[in-house]
C-alpha cells in the first residue's frame, strides 16, 4: 500500500513545475549574469530571499485555483461589474503577457544564433512555432505531458547553467558570506530590486491558478481539499528549489567565471568569455540551457495569456491566436532592435506595470473567507502577502523611474 499511495501523492505533482517556468526565463539570466559579474557573490542573499518570496505567492495562487475552481481572471472578472473594465484589466495584463514573452522569444533567438548562427529574426520565429507546439499539448488535454515536457526542459536549462560549475565551482566560503544581507555601492542596489522585483512575473500568478484547476479537475472536494493543498505545498517547495537553485548556478557561474568582464552585452559576452575560458562544449551547454529557458518560459507564457483572455473576456482563443498576439510584437523587436540583449532588458521594465494589478489581488482573494472559507490566508499570512506585494511593487516602481530617468 506503501509504493501505491506515493506513486499517488508523486502525480498530484507538477502544476507548480510549469508555472515555476516564470522564474528560469532569459529575462533572469540576464539579470543573474550582470550582477554575478560585476559583483560576484554579494547578492547570492538576494536570489535566496526571492525565492521564498515566490513561493508564498505561487502557493496562494495555486490554492486559489484550487478551493474555488476558477482562476484570478475569472474571479477578477467576475467582480468588475462594467466591460469597461473588464477589457481595462485584460489590456494592461496582454501588454504585460507581450513583454514577457518578448524576452523569452529574444532569449530563444540569441541562444540559436550563437549556436547555429542563425539570424535573430529566423531564431525568434522558430522559438515561437516549437513553443506553439508545445502549447498544442495542453490544448488537446494532454496536461500531464505538458507538464513532463517543461520538466524536461527545465533540467536541460539546469545542466546548462551547471556545466561550468563543474569545470569552475565555487568557493564554499564566499558562497555562505553571500547569503548574509549586504551591497556593495549603489549599483548593486539597482541590481538587487531589479532581480526581486523581475522574480515575481504576473502571468505565473495567473497561470498558476488555471493550472492547478485545470490539473485536479474533478478530484477537488470537501474530502481531500486538504490533501491536495499539502500535496500543492510540496510541489511548489521544490520547483522554487529547482527555480531557485538554477538562478544561483548562473550567478555562480558569473561570479567564478566571469568576474569583471564588462557585460553591457551580457548574454553574448557570457558565451564568448565561457568559451574562451572553459571550452566550447561549456559555452555550448550554457546555450542550449538558455535555449530550454525560452522555449519553456514562451510555452507558459502564452498559456497564461489564454487564461487571462478566457477569464477577462469570456471567450477563448485558438492556440494560433494566442501565440500570434505576443509573438508577433517579438519578431518586430528581433527585426529592427540594435541590440536584442537590451531589448530583453527593456522589456523587463514594461512588464513592471502588471505587478500590483497580479499581487493585490491575489492576497485580496485568498483572504476572502466568503470565497476560500475555513482556506482563507490566516491573518499572518495576510500581513504578510500584502506586505510581500508592497515590497515587490514598490521596487518595480523604483526600477522603473531610475530605468527611465537614470541614477
Known amino acids: 500500500m506503501k509504493p501505491t499511495t506515493r506513486m499517488r501523492g508523486l502525480s498530484l505533482l507538477g502544476p507548480a513545475i510549469v508555472a515555476g517556468v516564470a522564474y528560469l526565463d532569459p529575462g533572469n539570466v540576464a539579470t543573474n ?35 474555488t475552481g476558477r482562476t484570478v481572471p475569472e474571479l477578477l ?9 473588464r477589457v481595462g484589466f485584460w489590456l494592461q495584463a496582454e501588454i504585460v503577457a507581450i513583454a514577457t514573452d518578448i524576452a523569452e522569444v529574444i532569449g530563444g533567438a540569441i541562444a540559436l544564433n550563437l549556436l547555429f548562427n542563425l539570424p535573430v529574426l529566423i ?7 516549437i513553443s506553439m507546439l508545445l502549447l498544442g499539448l495542453q490544448s488537446r488535454g494532454l496536461l500531464r505531458v505538458f507538464e513532463v515536457v517543461i520538466l524536461g526542459l527545465v533540467l536541460v536549462t539546469g545542466i546548462g547553467f551547471f556545466a561550468a560549475l563543474v569545470i569552475a565551482p565555487p568557493d564554499g566560503a564566499q558562497v555562505v558570506a553571500g547569503l548574509v544581507p549586504q551591497f556593495s555601492g549603489s549599483g548593486s542596489v539597482l541590481l538587487a530590486a531589479g532581480m526581486v522585483g523581475a522574480t515575481i512575473m504576473p502571468h505565473a500568478i495567473y497561470a498558476h491558478s488555471a493550472l492547478s484547476r485545470d490539473r485536479f479537475a474533478g478530484l477537488i472536494d470537501t474530502s481531500n481539499i486538504k490533501r491536495l493543498l499539502r500535496a500543492t505545498k510540496w510541489d511548489v517547495t521544490i520547483a522554487m528549489v529547482i527555480a531557485g537553485s538554477i538562478n544561483l548556478a548562473i550567478l555562480f557561474m558569473a561570479a567564478t567565471s566571469l568576474a569583471g568582464v564588462p557585460m553591457a552585452n551580457s548574454i553574448y559576452t557570457a558565451y564568448l568569455a565561457l568559451n574562451a575560458d572553459l571550452g566550447h562544449a561549456v559555452a555550448a551547454l550554457f546555450a542550449f540551457g538558455l535555449l530550454a529557458s525560452g522555449l519553456a518560459s514562451s510555452s507558459v507564457g502564452t498559456y497564461a495569456g489564454g487564461v487571462i483572455s478566457s477569464g477577462l473576456l469570456r471567450r477563448k482563443w485558438s492556440t494560433l491566436a494566442l501565440r500570434a498576439i505576443t509573438l508577433v510584437p517579438a519578431l518586430v523587436v528581433l527585426a529592427f532592435a540594435a541590440d536584442p540583449t537590451s531589448a530583453l532588458v527593456y522589456s523587463q521594465v514594461l512588464l513592471s506595470f502588471g505587478i500590483p494589478f497580479a499581487l493585490f489581488p491575489l492576497v ?25 506585494a508592497a515590497v515587490i511593487s514598490a521596487l518595480n516602481v523604483y526600477l522603473l523611474v531610475v530605468s527611465i530617468f537614470g541614477h
Do not use: H, P
Not at 36 to 60: H, K, R
Not at 77 to 85: A, K, L, P, V
Open 364 to 388: 485580496r482573494l485568498t483572504s476572502d473567507a466568503t470565497l476560500m472559507g475555513s482556506n482563507a490566508n490566516s491573518g499572518a499570512t495576510r500581513i504578510l502577502g500584502f506586505g510581500v
Open 123 to 129: 531564431g525568434g520565429l522558430i522559438t515561437g512555432i
Open 77 to 85: 472578472g467576475e467582480r468588475f461589474r462594467t466591460d469597461g473594465r
Open 33 to 67: 549574469l550582470s550582477a554575478g559579474a560585476a559583483y560576484g557573490f554579494t547578492l547570492t542573499w538576494v536570489i535566496a530571499l526571492a525565492t521564498i518570496t515566490a513561493w508564498l505567492v505561487q502557493y496562494l495562487s495555486a490554492k486559489l485555483g484550487l478551493v
